[in-house]
DNA sequence: ATGGCGCGTTGCACGCGA
């Protein structure tokens, strides 16, 4: 069983990349971030000619997160508010949170704020959307033993995470109050499924567009898996497939699988 | 220190990403 998490920089611009990965990988799930369409507009056709099923939250322009699946999922939902009743609602206004179970694994994928710079409102708001997601998944523990939350977290945990030109405290995606409010979540009971089998840095999921970073390998490991104990455990790879950040056009992200 | 590239937009410059 293999689960991807591929931040996309929209679905219909990459779709021909994404059905040409999906043939190649033939990862039983995938999770996307930044689709950016609205749910009728999302390309099925072509998944569904794959032999996946999809499931999808989205919205225009911005953000939106998909899960491309071979069997069908269950449990399906889409944002905080079906697990955290008493959320206020518009922390699920951004279409960021879609969650779902197969063979026994709730998986959520995630696109958490990027935050824009530190001190800025919409650091302010990542913060407070991590503090959100905290309970929604000290939530989901109470009823899922295996979990795996995957997406786009748009941190860098530690140092080793990030290329050698940008180390910075006050850097968005490596302050600290950023790494606290991740290392918060993950004490509720997740670990990092890619450390599980990689201990040096220098592998990374996104480069900026800009300053021909990727040819330069400068770049960032903020795409993730974090995965439950006994999942954890059942592990048996997990890597990144930068072949697709080579291609002509791009996503500024590459693709991360983890196999059980 | 700044901006650089690419995406979508009732688009034709701008907000946003990271």
Redesign the pocket.
Known sequence: MKIATW?V??????LEQVIDWLGQSNVDVLCM??I???DAQFPCAPFEELGYHLYFSGQ????GVAIASRQPLLDVSCGFAPTLLNIQADWDE?KRVITGKIDGITIVNL???????VGSE?YEYKLGWLAVLQEYLRSLLLSQAAICVCG?F?IALEDKDIHHSAKSENH??ASEPERQALRDILLLGFADAFRKFTSEGGHYS?W??????FRRNLG?R?DHHYLTPALYERAKSCTIDVAPRKLP?????APVIVEF
């Open positions: 931040n920089n929209s679905i219909r611009t990459r971030q930044e950016k369409v609205v225009k322009a911005y953000n951004q696109y958490v704020p990027n935050g824009s710079a919409k786009d748009n968005i995606m996104w900026d567009y800009r300053a021909a970073s960032w903020i056009q791009p996503s500024d992200h």
